[in-house]
């Protein structure tokens, strides 16, 4: 139980948020929401490159909006795994 706790406690503290923990099934599940970019540094470098920055301008916007879940429990050998969560 106290593996299960810290391993929470340190995944809060890299910037997650709790949205279900279980204490019987020793599982949890937390999120971290998309980064924000700077588009305004990222519009300058388009200009520099005359447009072919538009290309990365657009995968780092998708990439950084998506919301990271990930489900971090204690299975049944005693081991715990982290593993990431589909997110529609």
């Given at each position: 139980?106290?593996?299960?706790?810290?391993?929470?406690s340190n995944k809060v503290?890299?910037?997650?948020?709790?949205?279900?923990?279980?204490?019987?099934?020793?599982?949890?599940?937390?999120?971290?929401?998309?980064?924000?970019?700077n588009h305004s540094l990222?519009?300058?470098?388009?200009?520099?490159?005359?447009?072919?920055?538009?290309?990365?301008?657009?995968?780092?916007?998708f990439e950084a909006s998506?919301?990271?879940?990930?489900?971090?429990?204690?299975?049944?050998?005693?081991?715990?795994?982290?593993?990431?969560?589909?997110?529609?």
């Amino acid at each position: 139980m106290q593996v299960f706790s810290n391993m929470i406690s340190n995944k809060v503290h890299n910037g997650f948020t709790l949205e279900e923990r279980n204490d019987e099934l020793l599982f949890a599940v937390l999120s971290k929401g998309g980064k924000v970019v700077n588009h305004s540094l990222n519009f300058m470098i388009f200009c520099l490159t005359l447009g072919l920055w538009s290309f990365a301008w657009l995968y780092l916007t998708f990439e950084a909006s998506k919301q990271k879940k990930i489900l971090v429990a204690i299975d049944e050998d005693g081991l715990p795994f982290e593993e990431r969560c589909l997110v529609a």
